[in-house]
């Protein structure tokens, strides 16, 4: 993406000696019947709405229209820290875990089944992507229902009807959402079988784009599948895979659905993530103050590890 | 050329799509239009005068019940009422109280709601409902009704809402289960109970039915074991819910679940307390009457006879008593609503003998003194053993911050139950955190 | 050298597996709706030896006025879709082809809104919509979903859209068309695998979209589909039977419209800018 692709209206306007100003201004009139509409629907329906949020975090709100809500300064962010059963901090630790357990995951799974889908000898590739990309295109509510009932507890749920009763790998059937690993196993399984079709789709496309030759040479030099792999593959994918998994953490980052469906933060509040927990925290005992306080936490945390990598994201393209 | 071509039918079918937003937009509009054609038309039928006012009314009646209310109890409210049209909307469960926020912060509630009996004080302290208790009529209608129910509209010296109706659970044991744990019927004390559920220990079925780790699932059980939350007036948490009788009774149900003689249900696990009692893995849960109109509902579906299979009694008596947890929905009024006076002439309507005795024909317990008992010589088959539950049963704390509470009284059973900490030490704690809200 | 057949043995055999392993749970669920009366829920071996039969279908579809909520949803949806696929290239368009200044800040801090949660925005974007006298209409919740929708497309598309070679805009500017006619005739039709994956993603997020339309539409004629569908989960029990037949109808024209839509999904226009990029 190089500069001078960008600049159509120099040639059309020639820089003169004006003032940088009047140059701006003009540019800014010539985009401006293009992103009039989208700017000002973005700024009222999604700006506005933050700042609200932001102010929310240093009110003692009050759901109804016309309340007072008083400024109380940090008082909402503090309270969020003397919870005593420390909610957010375990919703930030389990925030971060499901980083680290999805991502790799669904990152390897993607490219890996991509690749193979990929092979030149195999036939119905579209109907192979279309299965693969079945589940992204289903809702999460009735995805989390079926979960729920392939995951039920004892031998009447699938999972523990397959891996107890038929096959005997488990020794008993397992209450997934009775327990906290168990759980946040149930969870991840959920989200990774949920999005990892997504993933398969985009390195699928990315595959076209790699020169066959390259494989070609690496055949005549004898190099084995696993090696092609590696050597070539991995890293021409490159560009791609920093997209891929900066879509991947942001996911996982967002994760809602996924916990507020299936455990609604249980048991004993250990599964929440910070979506969730400002669910429940503004919805459920309308505490909108502390639940605001931790969007804005949320939001800054994320900005501040992101940052470094805002402009690659901002120039990433999608395929 | 190829790519020309898709172009073009791109645009067709954005074309396409645009047309059929048009001629549904057209449509919207028309039934829209239609609906106050309707408005219209109905006054001048009346040939009153008055002008029409339209009030909503929000509900979660099931599909059962919302038969009887679309049929019967519009109908008859509107003929008694000419000049009043009641709206119903029927809400879905999931994220109903974020649709009251929204409503409220919106200013775009319904007029009026039946809600939980749980959410009353904690929407009244929002200031987002009205006071009934100083309009015309209040005493009267608060005379007709039980006095349970009432009181869980009660808040700050007001009331904030009235019953509609009320329910409990109550003790519904399979059949076959109760004669293989060798009984003829129901146990009458958690002795009794507890015996029967280890006979049938050995066989791999389970016999005490706490339903789940909420004040719902264990309040029945913790009060019948002599446990307590709170003090009378609901003031104080301390030498109450930390009480020894309260730490003993919780310690009986953590014993029990360490003995594998509580459904596995209990802390989130399956079969289902219906599924468990439908197949007789399960001897016994509490539930409410719904359990017995959604299974005559089902019955040609599912082949099980819930009358025939089942038999209920009220919950076996402990140190506490017989007692189980009230449950019930009550009718508001919102703060904003646009037509005070007529709503409350609707909730006034609603909670008189006649539409009280509709309502009751689908197994919701009216509140109406009178209506509940006619019910006796209704041919209700199931709703005896509630109506007796009911005189010893209990309300949940009716406070603003039940809601947290709740959660702390959960979390704290929880961890007891699961053995992260002792019943004394988890009910200290929870008694702390309690203390801290409510002042 | 060719591949040896244990090893595409091997290779089918994976990605089959991993078909299976996708398939199968719709499979599972598809047997779930034979069963009637599932307020109890079925066991595994009953449910591999179901009779088929249509009527939880038929009552669900009879049911909660489904068909209404049906006919509600395909057109919150599809005027949501082209309205969020042309802001969104629109906007996208001023981004990828303009220079302005404060132009990389404006696109950093849209792309910031997209990390902070957004679950409480409901209540401030529902009070807008009260204030523009906009609460129980379509053009309420489109506004909410084209408008809340606008980043997310621009950062999909600006990459997109700035790969497209400048040589094509030629022909056009030698017609004298201006910056109008780039946009209509040469950024979207090059474009529409972009596009195309793009509108997929929209009708699907919309089509299954809940607490926005249940907060916005208050009426019960004009609710959409997903309401109708937990409607079915009773407040006092859920009938998978039924619930599951609904989403199975629900799914259907997502899984039509994304098997029309696939083959152009993605492929060609990676060649053409991604790995370079």
Known sequence: ?319 | ?439 | MHTSFLNKFIVYAIIIAGALLFVFPFIYMILTTFFLGTNTLPKPDQVFSVKVNFANYVTVWNKNNFVGYFMNSVVVTSVAMVGSLFLGALTAYGFARFTFPGKELVFRIFLLTMFIPGVINIIPQFVIIKDMGLVNTFSGLWLVYIAGGVIGNVFFLRGFFESIPKELEESVLIDGGGNWRIFWNIYLPQSLPALGTLAIFIFQGTWEEYFLALTIIKSEAMRTLPIAILMFNDKYSTNYGQVFAASMIALLPVILLYVTFQKKFVQSGFNEGGVKG
Not at chain 2, 22 to 31: D, H, K, W
Not at chain 2, 41 to 70: C, F, M, Q, R
Not at chain 2, 125 to 154: C, H, I, R, W, Y
Request: glycine share 8%; with cysteine; aromatic share 12%.
């Open chain 2, 1 to 439: 050329m190829n790519k020309m071509r898709k172009a073009a039918l791109t645009v067709m079918a954005l074309a396409m799509v645009f047309v059929m937003a048009a001629c549904a937009g057209g449509n919207g509009g028309n039934s829209a239009n239609g609906g106050n054609a309707g408005n219209g038309g109905a006054s001048n039928g009346g040939g009153d005068s008055a002008p029409k006012v339209t009030i909503e009314y929000w509900h979660t009646y099931s599909d059962a019940e919302e038969v009887v209310l679309t049929e019967k109890i519009k109908p008859a409210f509107e003929d008694a009422h000419p000049n009043i049209e009641l709206k119903l909307t029927r809400m879905p469960y999931e994220g109903l109280k974020q649709q009251v926020i929204a409503g409220v912060a919106g200013d775009a509630a319904p007029d009026l709601m039946r809600m939980d009996i749980v959410w009353v004080p904690e929407f009244a302290a929002q200031n987002a409902l009205m006071d009934v208790s100083k309009l015309e009529g209040f005493d009267e209608l608060k005379a007709s009704v039980f006095e349970a129910p009432m009181a869980t509209n009660f808040y700050n010296g007001g009331y904030y809402g009235v019953p509609v109706n009320t329910n409990t659970k109550v003790a519904i044991y399979n059949k076959a289960t109760l004669e293989e744990a060798g009984l003829t019927e129901a146990p009458k004390t958690m002795d009794e109970l507890v015996a029967a559920a280890k006979t049938l220990k050995g066989k791999g079925k389970y016999g005490i039915g706490v339903s789940g780790i909420h004040a719902w699932g264990l309040g029945p059980w913790f009060w019948s074991l002599g446990g307590s939350i709170t003090n009378e007036d609901y003031t104080k948490v301390d030498g109450y819910l930390n009480s020894e009788a309260s730490v003993k009774a919780l310690q009986t149900i953590v014993d029990w679940n360490n003995e594998g003689l509580v459904l596995p249900v209990m802390l989130g696990g399956e079969p289902g307390t219906w599924d468990g009692i439908v197949s007789g893995d399960y001897l016994m849960s509490d539930d409410g009457p719904w359990f017995y109109s959604t299974k005559i509902a089902e019955q040609e579906a599912t082949g099980f006879n819930p009358l025939e299979q089942t038999v209920r009694a009220i919950m076996p008596a402990g140190d506490g008593g017989s007692r189980s947890v009230i449950g019930g929905e009550n009718l508001v009024m919102f703060a904003n609503s646009k037509h005070p006076e007529e709503a409350w002439t609707f909730a006034k309507w609603m909670l008189t003998e006649e539409p009280q005795k509709i309502m009751a024909e689908t197994g919701l317990i009216p509140t109406n003194t009178t209506a509940a008992d006619a019910m006796t010589t209704m041919d209700i088959p199931f709703v005896d053993t509630y109506v007796e539950q009911l005189k010893t049963a209990l309300p949940r704390t009716p406070i603003p911050q039940w809601g947290e509470v709740e959660a702390i009284f959960n979390l704290a059973f929880e961890k007891a139950i699961r053995g992260e900490q002792e019943p004394k030490a988890a009910l200290e704690e929870a008694v702390k955190q309690i203390e801290a809200i409510l002042k």
């Open chain 1, 1 to 319: 993406m190089s500069a001078s692709l960008l600049t159509p209206e120099t040639k059309q306007a020639p820089m003169k000696s004006k003032s940088k100003f009047k140059l701006g201004l003009r540019q800014w009139m010539a985009v401006l019947p293009y992103v009039a509409i989208g700017f000002i629907g973005i700024a009222v329906f999604v700006i506005y709405p933050m700042i609200r949020n932001i102010m929310i975090s240093f009110q003692d709100y009050s759901i109804m229209p016309n309340a007072a809500n008083p400024w109380v300064g940090f008082d909402n962010y503090t309270k969020v820290f003397q919870d005593p059963n420390d909610r957010f901090l375990i919703a930030l630790r389990n925030t971060f875990l499901n980083v680290a357990a999805t991502v790799p995951v669904n990152w390897f799974l993607a490219i890996f089944f991509a690749v193979l889908i990929n092979a030149k000898f195999v036939k119905f590739k579209i109907a192979f992507r279309t299965i693969y990309y079945l589940p992204i295109v289903t809702s999460w509510i009735i995805i989390a229902l079926l979960f729920k009932y392939l995951f039920a507890d004892g031998d009447g749920g699938f999972i523990n009807y397959i891996l107890h009763a038929k096959l005997g790998i488990l020794s008993e059937p397992i209450a997934w959402r009775s327990n906290y690993w168990s759980a946040m196993i149930m969870i991840w399984l959920f989200h990774i079988w949920k999005t990892v079709g997504w993933g398969v789709v985009i390195y699928l496309a990315a595959l076209q784009g790699v020169p066959k030759d390259l494989y070609e040479a690496a055949d005549i030099d004898g190099a084995n599948a696993n090696q092609k792999f590696w050597r070539i593959t991995i890293p021409l994918l490159k560009p791609i895979t920093l997209f891929v998994v900066i879509n991947l953490i942001n996911g996982a980052f967002g994760f809602f659905p996924q916990v507020y469906f299936i455990t609604q933060g249980g048991p004993m509040n250990q599964t929440h993530v910070i979506p969730s927990l400002i669910y429940i925290e503004a919805f459920q005992n309308l505490k909108f103050g502390p639940a605001s306080a931790m969007g804005v936490m949320m939001g800054l945390l994320v900005f501040v590890m992101t940052y470094t990598q805002m402009k690659k994201i901002g120039r990433q393209k999608m395929f």
